[in-house]
């Protein structure tokens, strides 16, 4: 099971933008996928700090039981990690 110290997502209408980060200073790990595909994605890691950049789309990840957090924009989802 893969792990990440973090998560964002960028949300879109067809597809999701995941960017899980394995450690502090590590490159980013990129993936565009759609909503099932994220949903597989998730199933697949340990629990982490997932972001989001709208409330609406949680989608699966709290069910997962991952802690999420949500910005009102992209800018602020850095912020919103941290």
């Not at 394995?22 to 949903?39: D, F, N, V, Y």
């Not at 609406?56 to 990690?81: E, F, K, M, V, Y």
Request: net charge positive; proline share 5%.
């Amino acid at each position: 099971m893969k792990q990440f110290i973090r998560i964002g997502v960028d949300l879109a209408k067809n597809y999701f933008q995941i960017h899980a980060l394995p450690s502090e200073g590590a490159p980013a790990i990129k993936r565009k996928a759609t909503r099932r595909k994220m949903r597989e994605f998730f199933s697949q890691i340990a629990p982490c700090c997932v972001g989001m950049e709208a409330c609406a789309a949680l989608l699966g990840a709290r069910t997962q039981g991952n802690r999420t957090r949500s910005a009102p924009d992209a800018a602020g989802l850095h912020q919103a990690l941290r």
